[in-house]
């Protein structure tokens, strides 16, 4: 009996995938959406904090944002009411949400 032929299959069934397979990748990501459907982190200007105070919370609570896009959420929702913060699952946005909340600030989550 010759063990190789299943093993062989095998190993093709692993290899990985040609770059052709564009569509196919994008029907992934859909389905991703569809199960992790994006949402987005509001950060709600307020009169009682710093803007020091802001730029610190955003940094400390949402690891994917640098103080330069911290300082420019902060300066959108000063000027403008609001502004979106970060994109992500819900899970994590409602993690994002309650951490800014731990600081003093308002935020709200809303689908994307």
Known sequence: MDAHPPRLALSRSLAPRAT????VREAELRSLEETLP???????????NAMDHVVHALLVSIPELDIERAAEVMLIAHHHGQADVVTCPLERAELYRDRLESHGLTATIRKA
């Open 20 to 23: 052709s397979d564009a569509p």
């Open 38 to 48: 994006p949402y987005v982190v509001v950060l709600h200007n307020d009169d009682h």
